[in-house]
């Protein structure tokens, strides 16, 4: 009866067409789809990855050899900066936004965004801003060349001494992509909290959605700080104020404060999503619940308000009291903790589960043991001997790549090769995926495993020439880093074939429970021909319990 | 009987659900606030802190702020958030004569303020180069000005849209956001005005 009643109800005639749209030209569209938004953020993000990939591979090439003989030093500066600033800003927060884009209302069982209009502006800003960052290699001087972090007064010497100069630019590019950043947070954050499914409560949601709620508070907390810091080097460097100019009285240790309390969190924005990935495909591809669901909900939003006090550690050595140093080093050890029960309830998910590995699963594992070990080599730096020790050097920058590699990267590729049949409606070709597997899990560790050993060592980042000792781990590096490249090939070839063949995916060809599941791949225009009902828990593998209420 | 029961209601929350775009936009609203208020955060410890660690603070000449215009100021700013709140309630009231007469004093207030700030920061001897301190002075009173201006443009938005037949059958969206940011922008003036003014 009820069912009945229910689905009368629903049946209006406003109801729009129930099927997916297949005209390619949407996606050069200011369309308000969320789908087709999160599409484009998604290829936008990828194209971007490909671009800091070949400043990478440049990079790669120069150290192969001790002597600084590829490039000019100032063009490799320019290209250090501008690899981190695009894979930071350009690929690892957009691709993830696109994801959070494409399956947080289909997972929370809403029809779009809670504002699509704002959904379209904040994802065309990413263009622009990216286009802005690359238009800065043809102004007299050359792009920014001061790191990623844009540090006073490395970053405030414009020795061209024009207005319009790379860090100038760089700035903009930047500032442009956080307004986009906290326009998504703020649509993210209402839509999960106001457009939920009937049934749809908090500890029902999965985790991937807790994860986008704790990463999106830390945009709407952090980013508007670094915004306050950008703002005033953006007029140190214009106007000539003297905030963070030494010679003029000013303070650059604060910028360095500024720039922390933000980009510090910001790897917990870009990672709580793939750990919530990690959390959708293990269940999948054990066929078990995943293990303490609400530990690892909560867990997220830990880490998201520990996130806010760690900051400092990224500058045990500019001058920090002994106190703060002390203080700043327990509570990133903490965030070990929260972290510690994620890959323990996965990896208590996995345990006699009956594990399948399609290339999703392969992805994820291989991401999580390569996080793993991020995490040891990041307590090994959160403690301040250590630290100082290896400050600097090519130690830090293997850590953060295998939290940005071998964690996030991999991690989306998971994604991309588990949600590639919902969104486009073709399955890929497992063996390519495979292959791209293989060659990034061991490219990865080829390329970033070396620069451990290199950074205890003493070889200090962010140079073009070094020691000939160092030599023989570099080139190990390089070869790495050619296979990552390598390995782009296959995926491509597997993204692209696969669209274009005519094989359809099933609804849900990973048996997979989830609202996402429920509807066709890919999904109608507005994703459910009525809003289900609930009734059910998230990964309810194993068990006979419906998740929605059955019509 | 109970099932149809829990069906009404399912049907009653999926109605609110599918059309509470009013709440929406006010619930987003605050949470730009909220983050609005971090950078405001942000200025303010860089503020606290180039201050306390700074031995020549003050620049070469200037001895201190005049307090007694900004005083007035800010009770003319505070104030309008009464008047503001006033024009709110009399809107409830569907007395839309009031409901204009007050906002127009709301801008009006605004705006002394605004004048009055342009003729202070004309009449000091210092300027936004001269060291952290006229820095940091001008980015203050300069960004929070922006966020008068800002609520001064919203409320003429709002009055202007109070002679559209119809402008409210769908809720009091723009004149709540309004109300909400003019009394955001007082609260930072408050905190503002001890730093800068009162804390010298």
């Known amino acids: 009866m009820t069912n009945i009643s229910v689905k009368d109800i629903s049946n209006t005639s406003k109801t729009p067409e129930y099927h997916p749209a297949t005209d390619w030209k949407r996606y050069f569209s200011f369309s308000t789809d969320h789908k087709v938004i999160g599409i484009q953020y998604i290829v936008t993000a990828f194209i971007l990855f490909l671009v800091g990939g070949i400043f990478a591979m440049i990079l790669r090439g120069e150290l192969i050899t001790p002597e600084s003989d590829l490039v000019d030093r100032s063009v490799y500066n320019a290209l250090f900066t501008?690899?981190?600033?695009?894979?930071?800003?350009?690929?690892?927060?957009?691709?993830?936004?696109?994801?959070?884009?494409?399956?947080?209302?289909?997972?929370?069982?809403?029809?779009?965004?809670?504002?699509?209009?704002?959904?379209?502006?904040?994802?065309?800003?990413i263009p622009i801003a990216a286009l802005l960052l690359m238009a800065s290699f043809f102004v007299p001087g050359g792009p920014a060349q001061a790191g990623w972090w844009s540090y006073p007064p490395v970053s405030l010497q414009n020795p061209t001494g024009n207005l319009i100069n790379g860090q100038v630019i760089w700035l903009?590019?930047?500032?442009?992509?956080?307004?986009?950043?906290?326009?998504?947070?703020i649509n993210f954050v209402t839509t999960i909290v106001k457009m939920r499914a009937p049934g749809m409560t908090f500890f029902r949601m999965p985790i991937f959605v807790w994860n986008v709620m704790s990463a999106q508070i830390i945009q709407l907390f952090g980013l508007p700080v670094l915004t306050a810091g950008a703002v005033m080097l953006l007029l140190d460097l214009t106007v000539g104020t003297s905030f963070f100019d030494p010679a003029k009285g000013g303070d650059p240790v604060l910028f360095q404060h500024f720039f922390w309390f933000y980009s510090h969190p910001a790897v917990y924005v870009i990672i709580l999503p793939v750990f919530g990935i990690f959390s959708e495909i293990f269940p999948v591809f054990a066929r078990k619940p995943l293990f303490g669901y609400k530990i690892v909900a909560i867990s997220s939003l830990l880490i998201a308000g520990v996130s806010a006090i760690v900051w400092v550690h990224h500058l045990y050595v500019s001058g920090t009291p002994a106190w703060m140093r002390l203080f700043f080093m327990l509570t990133t050890m903490f965030?070990?903790?929260?972290?510690?029960?994620?890959?323990?309830?996965?990896?208590?998910?996995?345990?006699?589960?009956?594990?399948?590995?399609?290339?999703?699963?392969?992805?994820?594992?291989?991401?999580?043991i390569l996080f793993v070990f991020a995490g040891i080599t990041g307590i090994t730096l959160s403690s301040v001997p250590i630290d100082v020790h290896v400050n600097n050097t090519y130690y830090v920058v293997g850590h953060f790549h295998y939290v940005l590699y071998g964690t996030v990267t991999m991690g989306m590729f998971a994604a991309i090769y588990f949600w590639f049949p919902k969104m486009t409606g073709r399955m890929y070709y497992e063996g390519l995926g495979k292959l791209h597997f293989w060659l990034s899990f061991i490219g990865a560790n080829l390329n970033f495993f070396p620069m451990h050993p290199l950074g205890l060592q003493g070889m200090l980042r962010?140079?073009?020439?070094?020691?000939?000792?160092?030599?023989?781990?570099?080139?190990?590096?390089?070869?790495?880093?050619?296979?990552?490249?390598?390995?782009?090939?296959?995926?491509?070839?597997?993204?692209?074939?696969?669209?274009?063949?005519?094989?359809?995916?099933?609804?849900?060809?990973?048996?997979?429970?989830?609202?996402?599941?429920?509807?066709?791949?890919?999904?109608?225009?507005?994703?459910?021909?009525?809003?289900?009902?609930?009734?059910?828990?998230?990964?309810?593998?194993?068990?006979?319990?419906a998740l929605v209420e059955n019509r | 009987m109970d099932s149809s029961i829990t069906s009404e209601e399912l049907h009653s929350s999926r109605h609110e659900h599918t059309h509470d775009e009013e709440g929406n936009k006010m619930f987003g609203f605050i949470v730009f606030l909220l983050s609005e208020t971090f950078i405001f955060l942000g200025f303010f410890t860089g503020y606290i802190v180039y201050k306390t660690t700074n031995p020549d603070w003050l620049p070469p000449g200037v001895s201190g702020l005049e307090i007694k215009d900004p005083a007035i100021n800010t009770?003319?700013?505070?104030?309008?958030?009464?008047?503001?709140?006033?024009?709110?309630?009399?809107?409830?009231?569907?007395?839309?004569?009031?409901?204009?007469?007050?906002?127009?004093?709301?801008?009006?207030?605004?705006?002394?303020?605004?004048?009055?700030?342009?003729?202070?920061?004309?009449?000091?001897?210092?300027?936004?180069?001269?060291?952290?301190?006229?820095?940091?002075?001008?980015?203050?009173?300069?960004?929070?000005?922006?966020?008068v201006l800002t609520g001064i443009l919203l409320q003429i938005i709002v009055f202007g849209r109070s002679f559209i037949p119809g402008n409210y059958d769908t809720g009091h969206f723009g004149i709540n956001a309004t109300s909400l940011f003019w009394h955001f922008v007082d609260v930072i003036w408050i905190v503002l005005f001890f730093l800068i003014y009162i804390w010298q």
């Open chain 1, 172 to 185: 903009l590019a930047v500032a442009i992509s956080g307004v986009s950043s906290i326009m998504g947070a």
């Open chain 1, 82 to 125: 501008m690899h981190g600033t695009v894979m930071l800003f350009g690929w690892t927060f957009p691709i993830l936004t696109g994801f959070a884009n494409y399956l947080v209302p289909l997972m929370i069982g809403a029809r779009d965004m809670a504002f699509p209009r704002l959904n379209a502006v904040a994802f065309w800003m």
């Open chain 2, 75 to 147: 009770v003319v700013l505070v104030s309008s958030s009464l008047v503001i709140y006033l024009a709110e309630r009399a809107l409830l009231r569907h007395d839309l004569m009031k409901f204009r007469q007050f906002l127009l004093l709301s801008i009006a207030m605004g705006t002394y303020f605004l004048v009055g700030q342009a003729i202070e920061w004309s009449h000091l001897s210092f300027g936004f180069t001269t060291g952290v301190f006229g820095g940091m002075f001008y980015l203050l009173t300069g960004f929070h000005g922006l966020h």
């Open chain 1, 335 to 368: 965030v070990s903790v929260p972290t510690g029960i994620k890959v323990f309830a996965w990896t208590a998910t996995i345990w006699g589960g009956k594990l399948r590995f399609d290339t999703p699963m392969l992805f994820a594992l291989g991401a999580l």
């Open chain 1, 462 to 545: 962010r140079v073009s020439s070094y020691a000939p000792e160092y030599e023989m781990w570099n080139i190990i590096a390089s070869i790495g880093a050619f296979m990552l490249g390598v390995s782009i090939l296959p995926f491509i070839l597997n993204m692209i074939g696969s669209w274009m063949n005519d094989k359809p995916a099933p609804k849900n060809p990973w048996r997979a429970i989830g609202l996402e599941w429920l509807v066709s791949s890919p999904p109608p225009v507005e994703n459910f021909e009525e809003i289900p009902v609930v009734v059910g828990e998230p990964y309810g593998y194993g068990k006979s319990e």
